[in-house]
């Protein structure tokens, strides 16, 4: 994949997210992709914060804007290359001070086969 492409499958991801599309959300995922979050490891600390496989991905976000319907990601910055993509954005959550969080896309085959979360 270039780096163009990689951008593309980002804002994607954004756009899949805000619209709360969970299907297009893990259609941008290899079907044995990893996502990590502290937000996972807080909630479900019995998977390390770590989940594989689409269906768990889907469980988890389906879950999420369930607890948090308002929720949304503000685009602050996005850098590709050729393998991944680092994403910056503020996750705007009800009734939370706005979070800001950075977060990287490894890309194979024009899938997401690793995501990792990143923030205080």
Do not use: C
């Not at 976000?61 to 991944?84: F, K, M, N, S, V």
């Amino acid at each position: 994949m270039s780096a163009s492409e990689n951008f593309s499958l980002a804002r994607a991801w954004l756009q899949a997210f805000n619209a709360h599309d969970v299907t297009a959300l893990v259609a941008l995922y290899a079907e044995d992709a990893t996502h990590t979050s502290p937000k996972i490891r807080v909630l479900h600390p019995e998977t390390g914060g770590r989940l594989v496989g689409r269906p768990a991905l889907e469980q988890w976000w389906r879950d999420a804007i369930a607890r948090l319907p308002g929720l949304r990601y503000e685009e602050t910055a996005l850098t590709a290359d050729g393998d991944r993509v680092f994403m910056e954005y503020l996750r705007h959550a009800p009734n939370e001070a706005p979070l800001p969080v950075a977060e990287v896309l490894e890309v194979k085959g024009g899938r997401i086969v690793a995501s990792r979360v990143y923030h205080g």
